[in-house]
């Protein structure tokens, strides 16, 4: 079954060997933008008493799927297993070097560019002589090393010039320079010129003005505690989405989600409009594990009822539509990732156009790593907190779905309508999230893969 990417709509434009994002140029100006603070919505009445459901659903069976579904909402053509395999090579390898800068796919998935300072690591010319099936690898020349620019990223959030906001950064895919998006007081006028010199050091950086990152807090009567399902913080009010299934120590299962959604001890529910048709839930387990690094958050309960399954299809969607989840994926320029929201349903089409990216949702979450995506349209919003970002690969045996990332937040307006369950929210087509491997492995837990 084939989906939308068989036409031929790629973004950017033709580079050799296939099509690619296009590099993100960014004019610095000097400009007057109102900053906009959206809060969590609150929309359940009563707690849960405790962190365990008394009405668990039924042990799910890969029988039940209909994951095929989430092959036709693509947007652009999956990637092969083999090209993820070569991918996830690079970037165990190297993504620590500070010779490496990124790795991009083309949308068409037929070419690689592997982007490097100075002279190849013997590893990586191996790698590069040995490319996945069908697809040209070829090495392009950053202009900087990429250790130096993520660590002038870092520099930017952990002293940021007095006075200033930082929302968003990340180092060019190009290795041409770095990029920061700054927050402006309403009214105010910002010389980002000036700022973007004392950003800058020794690389180059661009400034914008930008609204600020806006936590997606946030399907609804979920029994089978899987992910892509309404949660909601009883302890501090506020409701999120259910990510990826994980499980700790070979025995003790959780849920991930995202940290922004609440603090180790808060205790979970979810919603149940028949059991309460006036609102109510069942209990559903209390938050054990967080990292603030790239906004990840674990809840476990005793009964471990927790599922590897992903919920697809729309906002109020039944169990016809689920997900296995059978790996990892590794996040690259290029890559599709497809948001499960609790709020705004299954949105695919967003393609992952800073791997590097910083930002920052306030309080103690001022310098969260992860990756920028952007789409065509809203993909996600407030409510869809802590959801899926799935990967889909392709086989000769048929179609794999990876975890990928936790969805942490956007900058949106409050004025726009979005997409999924009726109400007016924030959600925009450029979304920050949390790649689920490195919040795995920040909090010493594993993602559950489907039986």
């Keep these: 079954m084939q989906g939308h990417w068989d036409q031929p709509d790629y973004w950017g434009s033709a580079r050799t060997g296939g099509y ?22 609150a929309a359940v009445s009563a707690g849960a008493s ?11 069976e890969v029988g039940l799927t209909t994951s095929e579904a989430v092959v036709d909402a693509l947007v652009y053509k999956p990637v092969t297993v083999e090209q993820n395999d070569w991918l996830a090579s ?25 982007t490097w300072f100075g002279a190849l690591d013997p590893a990586l010319e191996r790698l590069v002589a040995a490319p996945p099936a069908d697809t040209v690898v070829n090495v392009e020349e950053s202009k900087y090393p990429g250790g130096a620019l993520r660590a002038a990223v870092a520099d930017a959030f952990a002293n940021p010039p007095e006075g200033v906001q930082l929302s968003s950064g990340g180092v060019n895919p190009d290795g041409s320079g770095i990029e920061v998006e700054v927050v402006a007081d309403p ?22 003005v930008a609204d600020p990152v806006t936590p997606y807090y946030g399907r609804w009567n979920d029994p089978y505690h899987i992910g892509g399902g309404f949660i909601y913080n009883t302890s501090t009010g506020g409701g999120c989405t259910s990510g990826f299934a994980t499980i700790r120590g070979g025995t003790q299962k959780g849920m991930m989600t995202a940290a922004h959604c609440g603090v180790v001890g808060n205790v979970f529910g979810r919603s149940d409009s028949a ?19 790239s906004d990840g958050l674990i809840i ?13 299809g729309t906002w109020n969607t039944d169990t016809t539509s689920l997900l296995p989840v059978s790996g990892v994926a590794t996040l690259v320029s290029g890559s599709e990732l497809c948001f499960s929201g609790s709020y705004s349903g299954l949105r695919c089409g967003s393609v992952v156009d800073n791997p590097s990216a910083t930002w920052s949702l306030g309080g103690d979450l001022t310098d969260i790593s992860g990756v920028r995506t952007t789409s065509n349209s809203d993909a996600a919003g407030q409510g869809d907190s802590g959801g899926s970002g799935v990967v889909v690969v392709a086989s000769s045996s048929g179609w794999s779905y ?7 937040g956007g900058p ?28 795995a492995a920040q909090t010493g837990v594993a993602i559950q893969i489907t039986p």
């Design 20 to 41: 690619f994002m296009q590099r993100r140029t960014v004019i610095s100006s000097t400009g007057l933008l109102a900053a906009v603070l959206f809060l969590p919505f």
């Design 50 to 60: 405790s962190p365990d459901d008394p009405q668990p659903g039924p042990t799910l």
């Design 90 to 114: 690079v970037a165990s390898q190297f993504e620590q070097n500070d010779n490496y800068t990124a790795t991009e796919i083309s949308l068409d998935r037929t070419a690689i560019i592997v």
């Design 187 to 208: 009214g105010a006028r910002l010389d980002v010129d000036a700022l973007a010199a004392e950003l800058g050091g020794k690389v180059p950086v661009v400034v914008t």
């Design 275 to 293: 059991a309460f048709p006036t609102g109510g839930l069942w209990g559903y387990g209390t938050a054990a594990l967080r990292t603030t690094a």
């Design 300 to 312: 476990e309960a005793p009964n471990n009822h927790f599922q590897s399954y992903i919920w697809t």
């Design 402 to 408: 990876l975890a990928g990332s936790i969805v942490s």
């Design 412 to 439: 949106g307006s409050p004025s726009d309508t979005c997409p999924g369950k009726p109400g007016t929210r924030v959600c925009g087509p450029v979304v920050f999230s949390g790649r689920a491997s490195d919040i």
